[in-house]
């Protein structure tokens, strides 16, 4: 089960947005006990992946396609974040 705010639905306008996330968190497989690896961290800048199926960026840096492993294509954006799968 997948816990969101209902303002961040409905009131901030972001339903698209999260349920387009939790279809690839589904998808995926992914859970709280998933495996995580921190590629990069900094002050504008925080990218993982998850049970090396997902990527995900948060921040508002955007330089970041050299530390994005081949074979992985983006499938959600938005004001500063980005996921990626595997394909």
Not at 15 to 39: C, M
């Amino acid at each position: 089960m997948t816990l969101q705010f209902y303002d961040h639905f409905f009131d901030w306008g972001l339903k698209d947005e999260i349920d387009r996330l939790v279809s690839i968190r589904t998808r995926q497989g992914i859970h709280s006990e998933s495996k995580l690896q921190i590629i990069e961290a900094d002050a504008n800048l925080y990218l993982a992946e998850i049970d090396g199926k997902v990527i995900v960026k948060l921040g508002p840096r955007y330089d970041v396609g050299h530390l994005i492993p081949q074979g992985f294509k983006v499938v959600a954006h938005g004001n500063d974040y980005a996921v990626w799968e595997k394909i």
